[in-house]
């Protein structure tokens, strides 16, 4: 029982980052339909700045808010010099052109940073336990649960009281009636993206301070996470998307500890596997999608 | 740059010579129609005839393929339709296109994307006092509503930008008989207000009683014009809709 | 008869000589320039020689599935993952094997075959798991279009690595990955141009086949191509399988020929290579395909030496550094995404071009195909005046779209032989009652039937075949396939002999005006002959009912009496029944001989063309009360 709760939160804690991955990935989704396999490069982007800022001596403290502002001004710059072409094109070029983004990104840190992973200091406080009701948990993984459900109750407050959350929302559902209603293309569009890398930027603060190593492919496994999540949870669906995030890490931590000590390299493998079988059975996701073809 | 229209001060909108694509379909051929300040303007016309491919470039979601829109006197072909909707012109699109995913508040709030924070909320509060039936599932996800709830959203939805000149496709399509009626005294109400009308509509009887001034359209062309009053009298009316039939008597036999 | 023969013999030599020419072509284009550039005969160079013949054999096996299916698959390198490891497992000599995988399971270390024999294993092993992996991809293709199915690839890629790594038994892990004796240069390049060769020749004459025809037509309009009785999971599984056969035999000799393999080496950065090369050129064609890897080759090999250790950067330091290869490969696919999306060639193709070149030629020879003449459209089973008049029966129809009645205890009898309109104003439910006939959109109740049979509930590819075609009212052609090839699909689809089908396509043609513009693209057609080839497509069919909605729309009148006369001598030809939804009543009048009005989801009025032209509740539909 200790052990099941134990292992539960684990998984929440995984979980919920991948929310933040692939609610950021389901909100340019809607507004542009395409599949950003770029996304992940946000948070690569910030691991170099985490490395290079502790190196210099920064304290983690002020550290978050400048990673956050980087993956922010990252997702947004990235739109304006690259998606922006390809706005409206067949899903065949939208899913190429992100997919050659994440090439040119690693690329660019391959050559003018380094191929190899760098280590970097973590904040101490990290490995520290506490003990809740007799089970034993790990600090930070309270507090990425903390951080990641307040992230995404903040979120869903911008979508829903800002006017540009609803001019996001109501671009996602459908984006000539917006631009109908006087929702500029260009703002709608900047607006997911810059929403999309906040969310990154808390999701990639998280994923550091666990794994204190900046390499250029650092964002590729956590990006495929968020974009599998985001299509568990029927892809433009937001709160499938935080769905889809939670269980795939609810199932990944139960993976872990039920699969034979030798398999546990594995696990990424298997849930893949897993996952694809999922969309034999389920081809739209977990959350049925209305059919709304009109021929 | 902005040249005076001859013509009448206080002329809203004229379309010169408007033509309208889509792929390799000439929708509309070249409309001429002007909107003046204040007045009730119909276009009527059968399906296909190209009422909505016009009203779709008038503004500006689908830009004309040649001839020129003015409004207010300037040239305004090829705006974005969020700056025509600063201009003054909003339209109620066919089938409402109520965004079903938003509540009917929201989808109030974000047509008001357009004005500021306060008069958006303000003016949201006032519609929704207006539209008793939209006040009441103020929180309701719009895709609840019943189509006459939505249609009363879909005109309030377009009246949040406080335009000068409101343009309707079919407001009544696909209403029960009952509420179609409402939709009419509503149109009647918004032109008794003084809003400057240009509604496409299936009812045509009933929408010429209305109107000032009416066109008709059909297979890209306008084909008639004038006091919506004497079209309506006029004996071909029926065979403008449904075809005179005498191009069909004798097809080319092989 | 001798004429018969003739013509199958033309129509032979016009599918295959194309295609085998321009492989050929292809293949001396290829070697001939690898050839040339070896001739210096320094071991790079071989090494690079090899290595374009077996990528270029990888990407023309990719574009046989991405190509035809237009599904993007980024997972192909997975599948070449496993056949390079079965390959390995099979092929290395016993003694080296006990050395570097002493525990692989099955018994694995005591078999050794000829490394032909294990490029078959190689082939059957990636075959099974492609078919597991096939089988959810089409369905989600299914559902979502071309999105699922591309990230449910690139995330079996990461497992396929994953497992690689992992499962050191079999694999040795990633560290050291597998090493042995390579085939020789010579051995081992007689396998790489034979690959290259069974590459074009299995794309080629894939290329031409009924199923790739059928796999393109769906790759273009899904829907579309199921109204035509095309159920696209079969073709799209056709052509995985073959395209991972392919791949599979380039990916055997890539391990072969380097005498190594890691996991490493089938994963993403060969992924972006290939893609790369396939899109660069064009994936829609083979042409684009070796062209692509051609170029990509140079470029990378250019990238690699100028940013490799023998180079001295001088004052471009700052670009010519290790990664400038992959930052080449992502900006040509940036590049090429923003400026051609669809590449170089498009879908351009050289066995294309050498067909229309030899039809020329011959015809200028002969003056005309000789039979041509004499041909006559072929349907099968034509109906007999004799026999009872086949129904299609609609009654009770109800549809809700989102809380809303679209349609509301509708009913239709349309027979064979007869001409049924239905008309009614916008919204009334016309083209929901055409879908829901057609199976496009599900009743909420209502009964079906056809020629006595119960039909409710069906998918649309079945009623197809069971002898119901459609138009659409906005149309729904294949873009991107010729006039003559959106006919053919449609005849391919449920006929049993592609001969005779090829022939009704021909007679088709030159009843709707459509001969002499045969090659032509379907989206270069202005609007006039593109309403007219999607009636010839649905003509295709050999339907019993044809369902058309709206014909006319977007026509001038001229242009409508062209297409009314057409639609009479097509239901003259098939005797099938017509169903033809349209607003205009002068139209309708014409052309039915009976007609039902629909308003707000009902019918109300039936009756012949004179009785509903005077009937009031028409009248008050249509102009208000």
């Known amino acids: 029982m200790v052990e099941f709760a134990q292992q539960l939160i684990d998984g929440f804690g995984l979980g919920s980052e991948y929310a933040l991955l692939a609610l950021g ?15 992940g490069e946000l948070i690569t982007v910030s691991a170099y700045v985490a490395y290079g800022l502790t190196l210099v001596g920064m304290d983690w403290w002020v550290l978050v808010p400048v990673i956050m502002a980087t993956s922010i001004a990252t997702s947004v710059a990235l739109e304006m010099v690259a998606f922006r072409w390809v706005r409206g094109a067949s899903d065949f070029a939208m899913l190429l052109m992100s997919f050659g983004v994440h090439f040119v990104v690693q690329a660019g840190f391959v050559m003018y940073v380094s191929a190899s992973s760098r280590g970097f ?80 930027g808390v999701a990639a603060v998280l994923f550091l301070m666990r794994t204190g190593r900046a390499a250029p492919d650092a964002g590729l496994l956590p990006m495929l996470k968020g974009v599998l999540a985001a299509l568990i949870g029927g892809l433009g669906r937001l709160q499938g998307a935080v769905l889809g995030g939670i269980l795939l890490g609810i199932v990944e931590v139960q993976l872990v500890s039920r699969l034979p000590d030798e398999l546990d390299g594995m696990v990424n493998g298997i849930t893949f596997v897993l996952i694809a079988l999922l969309f034999v059975f389920r081809p739209a996701g977990i959350l049925r999608t209305r059919a709304r073809e009109r021929v | ?71 207010r006197g300037s040239d305004v072909t090829g705006w974005s339709p969020q700056r025509l909707l600063r201009a003054g012109i909003a339209l109620v699109p066919e089938h409402r296109r109520i965004l079903t ?43 609840l509503l019943s189509g006459g709830e939505a249609q009363q959203l879909a005109i309030a939805r377009a009246l949040m930008s406080r335009p000068a000149l409101l343009l309707m496709d079919e407001p009544a399509l696909g209403l029960a008989p009952s509420l179609r009626s409402h939709v009419f005294d509503l149109l009647g109400e918004l032109a008794g207000a003084g809003t400057t009308l240009f509604v496409v509509e299936q009812d045509a009887r009933r929408l010429l009683e209305m109107a000032d001034t009416a066109y008709i359209i059909r297979s890209g062309d306008i084909v008639a014009s004038g006091p919506a009053a004497s079209l309506a009298a006029r004996q071909d009316l029926f065979e403008a809709f449904l075809g005179n039939g005498t191009s069909w008597s004798s097809s080319p036999s092989s | 008869m ?91 000599d016993g003694g080296r094997k006990s050395l570097l995988v002493p525990d692989a399971p099955f018994g694995l270390v005591d078999v050794t075959v000829h490394p032909a024999v294990a490029i078959g294993v190689a082939v059957a092993v990636s075959g099974v798991v492609a078919t597991v992996v096939g089988l959810g991809l089409v369905r989600a293709g299914a559902a979502s279009g071309a999105i699922a199915p591309t990230v449910i690839t690139l995330s079996l890629l990461f497992a396929t690595f994953e497992i690689a790594i992992n499962w050191t038994d079999l694999t040795g892990g990633n560290r050291a990955g597998l090493s042995f004796q390579p085939g020789t240069a010579m051995t081992g390049r007689g396998y790489a141009y034979g ?48 395209s991972v056969a392919v791949v599979a035999v380039g990916s055997s000799l890539r391990v072969w020929l380097t005498g190594t393999i890691s996991p490493e080496r089938f994963f993403i950065d060969y992924t972006l290579l290939t893609i790369t090369m396939l899109v660069v050129g064009g994936r829609g064609s ?54 051609r999306p669809r590449g170089l060639l498009d879908d351009w193709e050289l066995a294309d071009w050498l067909g229309r070149r030899l039809v020329r030629r011959r015809r200028g020879a002969r003056g005309a195909i000789p039979g041509e003449a004499a041909q006559r459209l072929e349907f099968p089973e034509r109906p007999q005046a004799t026999t009872a008049p086949v129904r299609l029966a609609a009654a009770g129809v109800t549809v809700d779209f989102g809380g809303l009645r679209v349609l509301e205890v509708a009913h239709l009898l349309a027979e064979s032989g007869r001409v049924v309109g239905v008309i009614g104003p916008n919204g009334a439910g016309k083209t929901t009652m055409l879908n829901t006939v057609t199976g496009v959109v599900t009743a909420a109740g209502g009964r079906f039937s056809l020629d006595g049979e119960d039909i409710a509930g069906l998918a649309p590819h079945r009623l197809a075949r069971l002898g119901l075609a459609r138009t659409f009212q906005n149309l729904r052609l294949f873009a991107a396939l010729s006039v003559r090839e959106n006919v053919e699909v449609a005849a391919l689809a449920g006929a049993r002999s592609a001969r005779r089908a090829e022939a009704r396509a021909t007679g088709l043609l030159r009843l709707c005006g459509l001969a002499d513009i045969a090659d032509v693209r379907a989206r270069a057609l202005d609007y006039g002959a593109a309403k007219r080839l999607e009636l010839a497509r649905a ?47 002068a139209f309708i009048t014409n052309l039915c001989d009976q007609v039902y009005c629909l308003d707000q989801g009902s019918v109300i009025a039936v009756g012949s063309p004179a009785e509903i032209r005077t009937h009031p509740a028409v009248h008050a539909a249509y102009l208000g009360g």
């Open chain 1, 25 to 39: 990935i389901g909100l340019t989704f809607g507004v542009m339909r395409m599949v950003n396999f770029a996304h």
């Open chain 1, 121 to 200: 200091e973590r904040p101490d406080w990290i490995n520290r336990t506490t003990s809740v009701g007799g089970v034993r948990v790990e600090v930070v993984d309270i507090a990425v649960i903390v951080v990641a459900v307040v992230t995404l109750l903040v979120t869903l407050a911008i979508l829903r009281k800002t006017i540009y959350g609803l001019a996001i929302r109501a671009a996602a559902e459908n984006f000539d009636t917006a631009r109908l209603l006087g929702v500029r293309s260009n703002l709608v569009i900047r607006s997911a993206f810059a929403l999309a890398g906040l969310l990154a």
């Open chain 2, 1 to 71: 740059m902005h040249r005076q229209t001859p013509g009448r001060p206080d002329t809203l909108l004229t379309l010169e010579q408007v033509e309208v694509a889509y792929g390799g379909v000439r929708a509309v051929h070249g409309a001429s129609i002007t909107v003046g300040a204040g007045e009730f303007v119909a276009l009527i016309g059968p399906n296909g005839a190209g009422k909505s491919s016009l009203l779709n470039a008038i503004v500006g979601l689908h830009p004309p393929g040649g001839g020129t829109i003015r409004w």
């Open chain 2, 101 to 143: 995913s938003l509540t009917t508040e929201e989808n109030l709030l974000v047509a008001g994307i357009t004005t500021g924070a306060r008069s958006r909320r303000r003016l949201a509060a006032e519609l929704m006092e207006r539209f008793e039936a939209l006040g009441r599932r103020r929180s309701a996800p719009a895709g």
């Open chain 3, 2 to 92: 001798r004429d018969t023969g003739r013509r199958d013999s033309d129509r032979l030599i016009g599918r295959f000589v194309p295609e085998i020419g321009a492989a050929g072509l292809l293949f001396a284009a290829v070697t001939g320039l690898g050839l040339a550039y070896v001739s210096g005969g320094d071991a790079a160079g071989e090494r690079l020689f090899t290595a374009l013949l077996i990528n270029a054999t990888v990407v023309v096996g990719m574009q046989i599935f991405i190509g035809n299916t237009g599904i993007l698959s980024f997972g192909h390198v997975g599948f070449g993952a496993v056949a390079g490891y079965a390959f390995v497992l099979f092929a290395i």
């Open chain 3, 195 to 242: 690959a290259f060769a069974l590459a074009l020749a299995v794309a080629g004459l894939y290329r031409r086949s009924r199923t790739a025809r059928l796999a393109r037509a769906a790759r273009e309009d899904d829907v579309a191509a199921r109204s035509l009785g095309i159920h696209p999971a079969p073709h799209q599984m056709v052509a995985l399988l073959l």
């Open chain 3, 286 to 339: 083979i042409t684009g395909a070796i062209l692509g890897t051609v170029l990509i080759t140079v470029l990378t090999e250019v990238a690699r030496v100028l940013s490799g250790p023998n180079v001295d950067p001088g004052p471009f330091d700052l670009i010519l550094r290790p990664g400038l290869v992959d930052l080449v490969l992502g900006a040509s696919m940036l590049g090429f995404m923003i400026l």
């Open chain 3, 539 to 585: 003509a295709a069919q050999a339907p019993r009912f044809l369902l058309l909605d709206e014909p006319t729309s977007g026509f001038s009148e001229m242009e409508s009496v062209i297409i009314v006369d057409q639609i009479r001598r097509i239901a003259d030809v098939l005797g099938c029944g017509i169903v033809v939804i349209d607003h205009d009543l």
